[in-house]
């Protein structure tokens, strides 16, 4: 396919964890992914970019080659690939708050570990070499790599190696292989990148416009618009109690002297803890909803 020098393209994971995710994100910010027969690329009805369906452990190299301007990959994907080149041909332009996992190192239950110097001479089997080779560095212990490309867990039963490294969300997988997690290497969750080469002019403000769509769900998914009526001596205490709420709006009720209506954003998640605090302030009739759309 020709590069089409018009249209921004957007690499993403084909199928895995985080395909939804990352297709969920971008029809969030008003993108309409056309679901074509062509399943290695998808078109954009309503703005003008296309997907790139990959493997993720592809989605580093197609950006810093400038293939695609921009993707979405884990951090953990993202980071093993920078350590194994010379010149860094991305840049991180957000933290998505989605597949968050964290790189662990696990042994058997039975095995003695009592920090990082336990594991001098050991064998440790992972997808991630290149991380795995930074945490022994950077803790001075001498240790032997053992790359594969996955069921990792099984080395142990197989006496590969004595331990492994691999990412763990909940941990039941390695508690199904009699694993234990002793040590935490990294912790990731996906990210937008962008290429770090020069981006043509109509490139440069599409990404621009993207982002700050992108930016914009994000402030979204977290935040609530928050109303409530209050007599004015309890002000000070309420915006105290308002998560995450920079200068909330305060309007006079009309026929009620003494008494307001707060409006604010909270940028985080309002509980009914916070609720009951801001009830016990002396405000009533609160009102919490769901924020669509936002611009930053
Ligand atoms: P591909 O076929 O694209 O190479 P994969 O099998 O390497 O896929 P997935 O298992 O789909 O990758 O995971 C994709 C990403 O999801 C991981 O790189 C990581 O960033 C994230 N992730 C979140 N939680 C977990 C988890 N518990 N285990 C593995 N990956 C996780
Ligand atoms: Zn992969």
């Not at 309503?46 to 293939?67: C, H, K, Q, Y």
């Not at 840049?91 to 594991?119: D, Q, V």
């Not at 945490?135 to 004595?162: C, H």
Request: proline share 4%.
């Amino acid at each position: 396919m020709l590069v089409d020098r018009d249209r921004l393209h957007i690499a993403i994971q084909k199928s895995g964890r985080l395909s939804e995710l990352s297709r969920g994100l971008l029809r969030d910010a008003g993108l309409r992914i056309q679901n074509g027969k062509n399943e290695l690329t998808a078109r954009i009805e309503n703005f003008a970019a296309d997907l790139m369906f990959v493997r993720d452990d592809d989605i580093p190299t197609f950006v810093s080659d400038g293939a695609c301007e921009f993707g979405i990959v884990g951090g953990n994907v993202l980071e093993e690939f920078a350590l194994g080149t010379e010149e860094r041909g991305f840049e991180i332009l957000a933290k998505l708050g989605f597949g968050r996992c964290s790189l662990r190192i696990a042994a058997p239950e039975a095995t003695a570990y009592e920090g990082p110097a336990s594991l001098a001479g050991a064998r440790i089997a992972t997808s991630y070499p290149n991380i795995v080779r930074r945490f022994l560095a950077d803790n001075g212990v001498d240790a032997t790599v053992v790359t594969m490309n996955g069921a990792v867990e099984l080395a142990p039963r197989l006496q590969i190696a004595g331990f492994i490294c691999d990412l763990v969300s909940t941990g039941a997988t390695l508690e199904a292989n009699g694993l234990r997690p002793v040590e935490t290497v990294l912790e990731s969750e996906a990210v937008l990148i962008r290429t770090a080469r020069p981006l043509n002019q109509i490139h440069a403000d599409l990404g621009d416009r993207l982002l700050s769509r992108i930016e914009g769900v994000l402030a979204t998914r977290d935040s609530k618009y928050i109303m409530m009526n209050a007599p004015g001596e309890a002000l000070k205490r309420i915006t105290e109690i308002l998560p995450g709420a920079e200068a909330p709006t305060i309007i006079p009720l009309h026929g009620r002297a003494g008494h307001f209506a707060v409006h604010a954003v909270c940028q985080e998640s309002v509980f009914w803890e916070t609720l009951q605090k801001l009830k016990e302030a002396g405000a009533s009739a609160i009102l919490v909803v769901p924020i669509e759309k936002m611009m930053l």
